[in-house]
């Protein structure tokens, strides 16, 4: 397993930007990462995903064209730049790794898939 970080939440109003980073440890290229998030009351939701080169990317409607998610296996770190933020973003955002040899995004989109998460953090947007 690998032991996961996030950083870069805050407090955003609606339409501005955040970037949120998560640095990991361990062999960080073996793993597919994905980023989830979760809002008071409600369920862990699936937010995007990239693979292990960083080749492949899959995101969920509602962010598709205002999130993008990128890795540098340099620096062990995956990324989620988040723009045109809206209220109904407003969540704990988590980083999970899943040690895949396939990228399936379908498979990849389920958290209960993955082997290791960050402990979160929280992305407020005001309206």
């Known amino acids: 397993q690998v032991q996961l970080v996030e950083f870069g939440g805050g407090l955003v109003q609606s339409g501005g930007s955040l970037r949120l980073s998560c640095a990991a440890s361990?062999?960080?290229?073996?793993?597919?990462m994905g980023w989830f998030r979760q809002a008071p009351g409600k369920e862990r939701e699936f937010v995007a995903v990239?693979?292990?080169?960083?080749?492949?990317?899959d995101y969920a409607d509602s962010v598709k064209g205002r999130f993008t998610i990128s890795r540098d296996n340099a620096l062990n770190t995956v990324y989620l730049q988040m723009s045109s933020l809206k209220p109904e973003d407003t969540a704990v955002y988590h980083c999970?790794?899943?040690?895949?040899?396939?990228?399936?995004?379908?498979?990849?989109?389920?958290?209960?898939?993955?082997?290791?998460w960050g402990q979160g953090t929280q992305v407020t947007v005001s309206s």
């Open positions: 999970a790794a899943e040690r895949t040899l396939r990228f399936d995004p379908t498979r990849l989109r389920v958290a209960a898939k993955y082997d290791s």
């Open positions: 990239i693979s292990r080169s960083g080749g492949s990317t």
């Open positions: 361990g062999t960080f290229s073996s793993y597919a």
